[in-house]
């Protein structure tokens, strides 16, 4: 069955660094997808991305956050200077149409020290 | 906006007992509703889904109604396995081309032999 696949499963960073969260999608899919949940609390929409630009973000996506499908595989989240807040699990997901549900990645999970 | 309520867990339970994990929502106009589950180390798998009222998802074993006048989406099993043992997490998707998901905080289900 076909998967979506995260790199790396665990990133450590210091605050004040740059990180990129790697993403590969279901080849066939054209809506991508990042979501974040902070330990204990729920998972929160990021960004959709569809036909190489963002097509909706949420207030927590601010000029820190950007995202990238830079070879038409891959899918990347970058966060340009890490906060202590930042610290979650990051999911990417990928879908065709939403009554087939999203497909997710296993997720990354960023600690920011 | 969109929100999705679950019953706060953890919830423990014995191996063959009968599951309920309520789930309430609010959206605007008449939503998709969602059940993903999220097996240790893994990412958040589609478990069931109903796109209208009164409409029954299932699939192994778990079943949710879609009930409109209760703005309800309640996962019930009748008799569970140590294997169920996961976070469940409710979503609904209420419009919109970009088919972004909203999630409740998930309920954790631990089930002992």
């Known amino acids: 069955e076909p998967e979506v696949t995260q790199t790396p499963s665990h990133q450590v960073t210091q605050m004040g660094q740059e990180v990129i969260l790697r993403c590969v999608p279901i080849?066939?899919?054209?809506?991508f997808y990042w979501y974040r949940q902070i330990l204990g609390q729920k998972v929160e929409f990021l960004v959709s991305f569809y036909n190489n630009e963002i097509s909706e973000k949420s207030e927590i996506f601010d000029d820190q956050f950007s995202v990238e499908r830079p070879d038409g595989s891959n899918f990347t989240l970058k966060i340009r200077s890490t906060k202590l807040e930042d610290s979650a699990m990051y999911f990417c997901a990928s879908s065709g149409q939403i009554n087939y549900g999203y497909t997710f990645g296993s997720g990354t999970r960023l600690t920011v020290v | 906006g969109d929100s999705v309520t679950q019953m706060e867990g953890p919830v423990t339970l014995s191996e063959e007992a009968f599951l309920t994990i309520n789930c309430t929502y609010t959206?605007?106009?008449?939503?998709?509703l969602f059940w993903y589950v999220q097996y240790p180390g893994e990412g958040l798998q589609l478990l069931l889904k109903?796109?209208?009222?009164?409409d029954k998802g299932s699939n192994k074993g778990f079943e949710a109604t879609y009930r409109k006048e209760t703005t309800s989406f309640h996962l019930e099993k009748g008799s569970v396995q140590v294997s169920d043992s996961a976070v469940y997490f409710c979503a609904l998707y209420s419009g919109g081309s970009n088919y972004k998901l909203t999630f409740g905080k998930g309920t954790l289900l631990t089930v002992n032999p």
């Open positions: 109903a796109t209208k009222a009164d």
């Open positions: 959206a605007t106009g008449y939503p998709s």
């Open positions: 080849s066939n899919h054209l809506y």
